[in-house]
C-alpha cells in the first residue's frame, strides 16, 4: 500500500521510538503535523520560537541516550532554528532536525517563506539531506539517526518540500544502514594503547584530563574504574563535569578560564597528560604557546581523528570510542598490575603533596556576609537542597561558572549546558527538555536576568505541559560576564552592560500561571530554595537580588597561560 511522504515521516519516527518532538507548524509541513494529529506514539511538544524547539530537543539528548528530534517550517521556522543548530553542533549533541521546504517546482524562485536550507545550515550540521522524491525520504531519515548518533555526534538536518510530503510511494524502512563514505573508528588501535599505558604506569605526575566525549560516549563507569585503579588525579572540563564524581578528593575541580588553582597548576605541570574525549580549546588550556612550554608526554583518546593535534601537539594519539579504548586500557593496567608492574605509589606521593599545597590556596573561596546574597551562596544552597541529585540546565555567563564551580556534579548527564557556542538564552528550554525526559527528577534552571529573558516566552510552554521546574535567577542587574571583563580589560567602562527597565519577574511568573518569589536576603536563600522544591506540581521562579560586583575567580585571561592565573581583585 502507498502512503504519503508526511505518513512516512510519522512511521520512520515511530521505528526510531521517538517519544517526543519539539516543533512550531507552519505551511510547509502542515501535511506532517496533520500526521502527528493522527497518532498517539509519541508526543509533540509546542514550543513559542523555533529556537527554543532545537534547544528543548538538544536537551532531550543530552540528558538521556536518545536522538533529540525537532521539527521546523521553512524560511523564517529554519533560520530561527539556526541558533539551536549551532549550539547542539558545537557540542556534539545528537540530533534530528526536519525542516519544511517550499515545493520542489518552486525551490530557487524565492518562493514565500523559502531559504536555502542546505547552504545556510552546512556549516553547522555534522550533514544536511534535501529530499527531492518521496521514495528516498524513509531512507535519508535513517541515515540521518545513523549519522546523528554515530561516531562523533551532531544534528543532521532532513529538508523535506511539500510536495515531497503529500506524494505518495511504498514504505520500507531499512533495519541497517550503511554509507560507502562514512565509517567511524570504533576500536582503538592496540599497539597505541599499549604504548600509552606503558607511558601512564612509569608517570611520577600524572593527570587525567577528560571532557564531553566521557559523557556522551556513557563512559563515565569506565573512567571512574581507571582514576580509582590507578589513584591519580582526575579533571573533567566544564562539558565533562559529572563523568567523575565531584566530591572524590582525586577531583580537582575544572580547568581552564575559570578552572581551579591547582587543576590548572597539574594540567601545567604535570609529566603524562592523558586526554580522553576532551579538545584541548581555548577556554581549557589557554595559550596554546605557554602550554608548550613545560616538557610533557601526551595522551589523546578522541572518537574525531581531526580533532587530535587540532591545537596541540600529542605524543600518542588514538582515535576511537572512548568507552572503548578505556575497557583496553584498564584490561592491559589491571594485567600489568597483578604482574607487579603498577603505578609507582611512592614516586607519585610527592606529585599528591605538591596538588595539596597548591589546594591549599582555596580559590573557591568567597564571604557571604552582610546583607547583599552572593551568588556562589545560592548555588552551594541549591545544591544542598537538592543534595547533589538535580538535573541542572544553565544558561550562558558569571551564573554558568558558579554553577560549574559550585555545584558538585557526582553523576554524568546532570549537568546541561551551552559549551563551545555560549548561547545565551538555553537554560529554560533546556530545563523543559530535561524534565520531560525525565518527569520525577526535580529540574533547577540557573540563569541570569540577561540570558532568562531571551527564551522567556517558554514560560507559557511549561504552563502548557505542566512542566514544574524551578527557574534560580541570579539577578545582579548586569551582563554580569561583560561587566566583568569591562572591569578587568576596559577601565570599568560599562558599555550597554547594565540591565534597565527589567521587569517584575515575580508578576512576569504569575501572569504566566507560575509561582514568582523575589528573595534579597541571605537568610532567606535556602527557605525559599526549600520552599520552592516543596511545590512539586508548579513552576517557581525565585528572583534572587545578587551583589552587583561579584567576579568569576579564578580566571585566566585571554592569551594569557593556564598558571597566569587572576585569584581575585588583588590580582589586577
Given at each position: ?392 540546565t544553565s544558561d550562558v555567563g558569571q551564573h554558568q561558572m558558579f554553577a560549574a564551580q559550585y555545584y558538585k556534579f557526582d553523576y554524568p548527564r546532570r549537568w546541561i549546558n551551552s559549551g563551545g557556542l555560549g548561547t545565551m538564552g538555553v537554560g529554560l528550554p533546556y530545563a ?141
Open positions: 500500500m502507498e502512503i504519503t511522504g508526511a505518513e512516512i515521516v510519522v512511521r520512520c519516527l515511530h521505528e526510531e521510538q521517538v517519544d517526543h518532538i519539539f516543533g512550531y507548524p507552519g505551511g510547509a509541513v502542515l501535511y506532517i503535523y496533520d500526521e502527528i494529529y493522527k497518532q498517539d506514539k509519541f508526543k509533540h511538544i509546542l514550543v513559542r520560537h523555533e529556537q527554543a524547539a532545537v534547544h528543548a530537543a538538544d536537551a532531550y539528548a543530552r540528558s538521556t541516550e536518545s536522538v533529540g528530534v525537532a521539527l521546523v517550517t521553512s524560511g523564517p521556522g529554519v533560520t530561527n532554528a539556526v541558533t539551536g543548530i549551532a549550539t547542539a553542533f558545537m557540542d556534539s549533541i545528537p540530533m534530528v532536525i526536519l525542516s519544511g521546504q517550499v515545493p520542489t517546482h518552486a525551490i530557487g524562485l524565492d518562493a514565500f517563506q523559502e531559504c536555502d536550507t542546505v547552504g545556510i545550515t552546512r556549516p553547522c550540521v555534522k550533514h544536511n539531506f534535501l529530499v527531492k522524491d518521496v521514495k528516498d525520504l524513509a531512507i535519508t531519515i535513517k541515515k540521518a539517526f545513523h549519522l546523528a548518533r554515530t561516531g562523533r555526534p551532531g544534528p543532521v538536518l532532513v529538508d523535506i518540500p511539500k510536495d515531497i510530503t503529500r506524494n505518495r510511494c511504498k514504505f520500507d524502512y531499512p533495519k541497517e544502514v550503511t554509507m560507502r563514505s562514512y565509517n567511524p573508528v570504533v576500536k582503538g588501535h592496540s599497539g597505541q594503547i599499549k604504548k600509552a599505558v606503558q607511558l601512564i604506569l612509569s608517570a611520577e605526575r600524572p593527570m587525567i584530563y577528560t571532557g564531553g566525549g566521557i559523557i556522551l560516549g556513557n563512559a563515565s563507569k569506565e573512567l571512574r574504574e581507571l582514576v580509582d585503579l590507578l589513584g591519580y588525579p582526575c579533571t573533567n572540563t566544564l562539558m565533562g563535569l559529572g563523568a567523575y564524581p565531584a566530591t572524590d578528593s582525586k577531583f580537582l575541580g575544572m580547568p581552564g578560564m575559570h578552572g581551579t588553582y591547582e587543576c590548572n597548576m597539574a594540567m601545567q605541570h604535570c609529566d603524562v597528560l592523558v586526554g580522553i574525549g576532551a579538545r584541548f580549546d581555548d577556554r581549557v588550556i589557554g595559550n596554546p604557546k605557554h602550554f608548550a612550554q613545560n616538557p610533557r608526554k601526551i595522551i589523546h583518546v578522541d572518537i574525531d581523528p581531526s580533532s587530535i593535534s587540532k591545537r596541540v601537539k600529542v605524543d600518542v594519539p588514538i582515535v576511537g570510542e572512548v568507552g572503548e579504548v578505556m575497557r583496553e586500557m584498564l584490561a592491559q593496567i589491571k594485567e600489568a598490575i597483578a604482574a607487579g608492574h603498577g603505578p609507582d605509589r611512592k614516586a607519585i606521593a610527592p606529585w599528591w603533596a605538591q596538588i595539596e599545597e597548591w589546594r591549599k590556596r582555596d580559590c573557591l573561596r568567597y564571604k557571604q556576609n552582610g546583607d547583599v546574597i552572593k551568588p556562589q551562596y545560592v548555588v552551594e544552597k541549591l545544591w544542598e537542597v537538592t543534595k547533589g541529585e538535580a538535573f541542572v523543559m527538555g530535561v524534565k520531560l525526559a525525565h518527569p520525577e527528577a526535580e529540574v533547577a534552571c540557573i540563569t541570569g536576568e540577561g540570558s532568562i529573558q531571551m527564551c522567556i516566552q517558554e514560560l507559557s510552554t511549561c504552563q502548557q505541559y505542566r512542566l514544574p521546574v524551578k527557574v534560580v535567577n541570579l539577578n545582579n542587574r548586569y551582563l554580569g560576564m561583560v561587566r566583568q571583563w569591562q572591569e578587568i580589560e576596559y577601565e570599568s567602562r560599562y558599555a550597554e552592560s547594565y540591565m534597565d527597565s527589567l521587569p517584575d519577574f515575580v508578576k512576569l511568573a504569575e501572569a504566566y500561571g507560575h509561582v514568582g518569589m523575589q528573595i534579597h536576603k541571605p537568610a532567606d536563600v535556602e527557605p525559599a530554595l526549600r520552599e520552592a522544591f516543596n511545590m512539586k506540581d508548579r513552576l517557581v521562579f525565585m528572583d534572587f537580588i545578587t551583589d552587583q560586583e561579584e567576579n568569576v575567580w579564578p580566571m585566566v585571561q585571554t592569551g594569557k597561560g593556564l598558571t597566569e592565573m587572576l585569584l581575585g581583585s588583588e590580582d589586577l
